[in-house]
Nanobody, 127 residues
Framework: QRQLVESGGGLVQPGESLTLSCTVSGFPLNDYHIGWFRQAPGKERQGVSCLQTRGGRTDYEDSVKGRFTISGDNAKNTVTLQMNSLNPEDTGVYYC????????????????????WGQGTQVTVSS
């Protein structure tokens, strides 16, 4: 059974950092892309970052470029999202997701390309 479990969310002040982790079980990460998405109250789910586990290709939503870093450890089946310089607009429930996508040169931030989702972890940025 495929399972993704997020951890690391919490309440921080603007300018601070958080590290989110996604632990994957039930399938190997090879040939999958892993995505982080967030959903703020009243808004649609938004792609934040993705990682192609075979080739290491990453992509980021424009508002987080230079602040967030995604990385993966295929041996440990974990994907991490390092979030720096957080601001209130980063508040939301963060989900990790996995989808079979055997194209080493890219990953997608489209939720429709992901088939397995975690339960989410809350990130709140507030002073």
């Amino acid at each position: 059974q495929r399972q993704l479990v997020e951890s690391g969310g919490g309440l921080v002040q603007p300018g601070e950092s958080l590290t989110l982790s996604c632990t994957v079980s039930g399938f190997p990460l090879n040939d999958y892309h892993i995505g982080w998405f967030r959903q703020a109250p009243g808004k649609e789910r938004q792609g934040v970052s993705c990682l192609q586990t075979r080739g290491g290709r990453t992509d980021y939503e424009d508002s987080v470029k230079g602040r967030f870093t995604i990385s993966g450890d295929n041996a440990k089946n974990t994907v991490t999202l390092q979030m720096n310089s957080l601001n209130p607009e980063d508040t939301g429930v963060y989900y990790c997701a996995a989808g079979y996508y055997p194209f080493p040169s890219q990953c997608l931030l489209d939720p429709a390309s992901f088939t397995s989702w975690g339960q989410g972890t809350q990130v709140t940025v507030s002073s």
